[in-house]
């Protein structure tokens, strides 16, 4: 959620077939927030994709971020909250939700799951990890950590529906009814008191050749 505003032509306005107002924004920089407020004024606003650790706003840009059913696939990483931070303000909220665990699995995958479940599927955590992955740092102060009620049923719903085919994973669910699956929610906002690190986002491109050991005088 943008805040301020803004004129830059590198957001296109279209009408929409149903009438309504639709602004594509081509390309981003940090010096404009490039026509993000002057999208905002639209019925719809449309983002240029990038890599989740390519991000193209300005620090301290966002009032508030919302990650849905996403943010098990890169936030796991230990670095992921410092850089996300950045681009919302001092006291702003982040807030996450999406497909997780009702609890941590300790060991091996219960029995029930392991048609279903690959190793890819270990990103999935439960809102009390989330919680201590967060408040750890000393980044981000924590207002809601829970799990939605009989979310494994809104998730076995969704499945149903954009999926039918996926068996085995609609079989996973039905057989765990919310044991383990369900969905979590995280909200927290900012801590303007702590020290954020500025990542690091390339590398020279000219490289001068060096000795690789000292030379003894």
């Known amino acids: 959620m943008p805040s301020g505003t803004l004129q830059d032509p590198s957001a296109d306005v279209k ?3 149903d009438g309504s107002r639709h602004a594509i924004i081509r390309e981003l920089s940090d010096s404009t927030h490039s026509g993000f407020i002057q999208a905002a004024s639209q019925d719809r606003i449309g983002l240029p994709q ?12 966002f009032d508030a971020i919302v990650c849905v059913d996403s943010i098990c696939y ?3 990483d230990d670095l992921y909250l410092n850089y996300l931070a950045r681009f919302v303000k001092p006291g702003g909220q982040v807030g996450i939700a999406g497909a997780g ?5 300790e060991g091996s995958t219960p029995d029930h799951l392991c ?6 599927l270990w990103c999935l955590h439960s809102a009390a990890w989330w919680r201590r992955h967060w408040e750890r740092t000393g980044i981000m102060d924590i207002d809601v950590a829970d799990t939605m ?9 969704w499945q149903r529906a954009v999926a039918p085919d996926n068996a085995a994973e609609i079989k996973a669910l039905e057989s765990d009814r919310g044991t383990c699956l369900g969905y979590v929610r995280l909200v927290g906002h900012r801590n303007g008191q702590a020290k954020l690190t500025d990542p690091i986002v390339s590398l020279p491109a000219r490289y001068t050749k060096k000795p690789l050991l000292r030379r003894e005088e």
């Open 50 to 61: 990038s890599a989740p650790g390519v991000t193209p706003f300005a620090p301290d840009f």
């Open 115 to 120: 048609d279903w479940w690959t190793h890819d």
């Open 15 to 17: 009408v929409d077939a």
């Open 149 to 157: 009620p009989n979310g494994w049923h809104v998730w076995l719903d």
């Open 101 to 105: 665990l009702i609890r941590e699995i």
């Open 74 to 76: 890169f936030g796991t």
